[in-house]
């Protein structure tokens, strides 16, 4: 059973790109989570999606980022205008259907330095 | 959720338990203590987690005081590539409350040959 997927697992872009970071979970789960790293500092929730909804959108700022979660296909983290203190690790998480309460899966994160 | 509060840093020596203290004064009675790890570069790594009886699985134990005010993580026999940052964190059990996990300073662990 294949663990969680990310990818590109390291991407470069110049101040004002767009940088999509793409998560494909562990099969059979529903449930996907981002969060940011970034560099020396701690890991931070910014959204918790299932598919075609977004459950928790607390922790994304307000402006340039996005999140979806389409019925088919990964889950993507929407970055536009990209700027440099966007540069960090953004992690993945998943876990399984239902209204249980199941420990999250972490993906090896993507790497995205902004220059 | 409850906050934590864990020691910034600690050294083990290999081969031996290493023993990782979390507070967690605040803590209410439907919330579950949860162990994460982060190795270097690498995402986080599910360890453990409970409630109020101590718990053991493959890779550690967790024992949790009696008022659940704190906990202790176990590692039995530490190896080298347990060096890593420990996350204790606690989690409201409902699932309305949303799944977030919220991951304070955590405890940077150097495992010593």
């Known amino acids: 059973n294949a663990g969680v997927m990310q990818n590109p697992r390291h991407l470069v872009r110049r101040r004002g790109q767009e940088a999509r970071l793409r998560c494909s979970p562990m099969?059979?789960?529903?449930?996907v989570y981002w969060y940011r790293q970034l560099p020396e500092e701690g890991l931070k929730f910014m959204v918790y999606?299932?598919?075609?909804?977004?459950?928790?959108e607390s922790g994304m700022p307000k402006e340039r980022f996005s999140a979806e979660f389409p019925k088919e296909g990964p889950s993507i983290l929407r970055i536009q205008q990209v700027v440099r203190g966007d540069s960090a690790a953004y992690f993945c998480?998943?876990?399984?259907?239902?209204?249980?309460?199941?420990?999250?899966?972490f993906g090896p994160g993507t790497r995205l330095t902004v220059t | 959720d409850a906050k934590t509060t864990q020691p910034t840093s600690m050294d083990c020596a290999e081969g031996r338990a290493a023993n990782l203290p979390c507070n967690h004064s605040?803590?209410?009675?439907?919330?579950?203590v949860y162990w994460y790890r982060q190795i270097h570069s690498q995402g986080p790594q599910y360890i453990i987690h409970?409630?109020?009886n101590n718990e053991t699985n493959e890779m550690a134990s967790l024992i949790i005081t009696e008022d659940r005010k704190s906990s202790t993580l176990i590692l039995p026999h530490a190896t080298l590539r347990d060096t890593a940052v420990y996350y204790c964190?606690?989690?409201?059990?409902?699932?309305?409350?949303?799944?977030?996990?919220?991951f304070g300073g955590g405890t940077r662990v150097l495992v010593k040959p």
């Open positions: 998480a998943s876990s399984p259907p239902g209204q249980g309460y199941y420990e999250q899966y």
């Open positions: 099969k059979g789960h529903s449930h």
């Open positions: 999606l299932q598919k075609e909804n977004i459950i928790d």
């Open positions: 605040t803590i209410s009675g439907n919330e579950y």
């Open positions: 409970g409630l109020k």
């Open positions: 964190i606690v989690r409201v059990a409902q699932w309305a409350a949303g799944n977030k996990l919220t």
